[in-house]
């Protein structure tokens, strides 16, 4: 395709991402560290630019920030930039009700701006294989799909704009779910003296297996590896959007509501740049032992 794309926030999932583009189009690359811009340049032939508004020139610009905040400052800095037809789309966890906010306000501007948040986690934003909720036309979607799959092998239309975040939200709220249920469950078993690699493998074949305990629980918390790959903090704050959306829909969601409680006392007790499975460790201290 004779199209320019431009990737803002080189994180520990854009940075991949951007790579990926950059293998099919000509990609430009903004960093609020300009450094990494030009070490993403010489790595992997992108273009890094000084400003937004240079990236905003793309035809498609993609943006992946910590929160709906960022992407919001970044509005004046786009409308100056961009040309004629530019799609801005948002792959930050974002705010449903900004995104809809900020679609309003750059329409008008002749800017169209979608959202597109992700799940696989910076595995598999290393390996071109994300997941994505999109919100927004279908049209759209059909328009920008041949660059979302240059970093994804599912891309899923879940409604108009805002639903993709509104999606991901509860996404991450469940996963908050799953992890803090599992961990008392385990720590309950291991304080019996039970060898948790063991009831891991039965509960694995039978009706209370998730990722949860399928991966993260084996992966980083038997191993007390705990990589920091996706911080305490953003899962509380998900979890925090994730009741956003249930009050915005007149919903009642009293475990998910408790468990954001329970992942933000996390956040205060354990750190909240620590990877998100160490919010096991509250549980570990409260039962006085550990899962492993």
Request: with cysteine; hydrophobic share 50%; net charge negative.
């Amino acid at each position: 395709m004779n199209v320019t794309v431009a990737f803002v926030g080189l994180g520990a999932m854009g940075y991949p991402m951007a790579a990926h583009l950059s293998r099919r189009f000509e990609t430009l690359v903004w960093n609020r560290t300009h450094e990494k811009a030009l070490q993403h340049a010489a790595e992997y032939g992108s273009r890094a630019v000084t400003s937004v508004a240079a990236a905003a020139e793309a035809d498609i610009l993609f943006t992946c920030l910590p929160t709906s905040a960022e992407v919001a400052a970044l509005a004046g800095d786009v409308i100056s930039g961009a040309g004629n037809g530019l799609v801005w789309v948002d792959c930050t966890s974002g705010d449903p009700e900004v995104t809809r906010e900020l679609a309003v306000r750059l329409a008008g501007q002749g800017i169209e701006f979608v959202d597109a948040p992700l799940s696989g986690g910076t595995a598999g934003a290393e390996a071109g294989k994300l997941s994505v909720m999109f919100g927004g036309a279908e049209s759209t979607l059909e328009e920008v799909r041949p660059a979302l799959e240059a970093f994804a092998t599912k891309i899923v239309r879940v409604g108009e704009v805002g639903s993709g975040h509104a999606v991901k939200a509860i996404n991450n709220a469940l996963l908050a779910v799953n992890l803090w249920a599992a961990g008392e469950g385990l720590a309950a078993l291991a304080a019996l003296g039970v060898d948790v690699g063991a009831a891991l493998e039965v509960i694995n074949a039978s009706s209370g297996r998730s990722n949860v305990t399928e991966n993260l629980i084996p992966q980083r918390v038997l191993t007390r590896t705990f990589p920091a790959t996706f911080k305490l903090a953003l899962l509380a704050k998900d979890a925090g959007l994730a009741m956003d959306v249930v009050r915005g829909a007149r919903a009642s969601a009293p475990v998910i509501a408790m468990t954001e409680s329970l992942i933000r006392a996390a956040v205060n007790e354990i750190g909240p740049d620590e990877d998100h499975t160490a919010a096991l460790k509250l549980i570990e201290r409260w039962s006085k032992t550990e899962i492993r």
